[in-house]
């Protein structure tokens, strides 16, 4: 859904809201310049919350709607929706299913992408409690082949056929 972020009339309020600073050279919004900044404002997050979540929500039903009319059509559609459950959408969905990992292996992700960990973990909901809420749920901290392995069984699980387990996420 980074798409999103391209839009003009996004790009436009972004820019109004939290300066043109969060424009990259190639006059995009750069969310890596953007992150710090609404963070850092008092209800930054919460405008951008109420910019992107609507339009996030109308690009997946069309995108849902696309693909349940394909023909033949798909056996099992997923999403991946990092603030499933602070969103309260849960209930959209037939089956959640979680990927997790151990603070230290998700605070090396994030800082590796110049993230503050803390600050992110701090907005959302534990990781403990949305592994309880979970249909069922994976703690990645192995390999990329146990998890595409873990993916393949769900995927034979709520599909009712088997699935490719080198399948690549795109």
């Known amino acids: 859904m980074h ?6 009339e996004v790009v436009a ?3 109004e809201r939290f300066g ?7 006059g995009r919004v750069d969310r890596s310049l953007l992150g710090p900044r609404a963070f850092a404002e008092e209800g930054g997050l919460a405008f951008l919350e109420q910019l992107v979540h609507p339009r996030v929500h109308a690009a997946r039903d069309a995108w849902t709607a696309a693909r349940m009319a394909a023909d033949p059509v798909p056996p099992l559609l997923v999403c991946e929706v990092p603030v499933l459950f ?4 849960e209930a959209e969905f037939d089956a959640v299913l979680v ?5 230290a292996t998700r605070r090396g992700r ?3 992408r110049g ?24 703690h990645n901290d192995g390999t990329v082949d146990d998890l595409r392995r873990w993916v393949a069984d769900r995927f034979a ?10 399948i690549r996420h795109e």
């Open 86 to 89: 602070e969103g309260g959408i």
């Open 20 to 26: 043109p600073e969060v424009l990259g050279p190639d």
């Open 157 to 166: 699980e709520y599909s009712g056929r088997g699935c490719d387990s080198s």
């Open 110 to 112: 994030v800082e590796a």
């Open 99 to 103: 990927v997790t990992a151990s603070d």
């Open 115 to 138: 993230q503050d960990f803390g600050e992110r973990s701090a907005r959302q909901m534990p990781e403990a409690e949305k592994v309880a809420r979970a249909d069922r749920a994976f």
């Open 13 to 15: 309020l972004v820019c």
């Open 3 to 8: 798409a999103i972020y391209e839009d003009p």
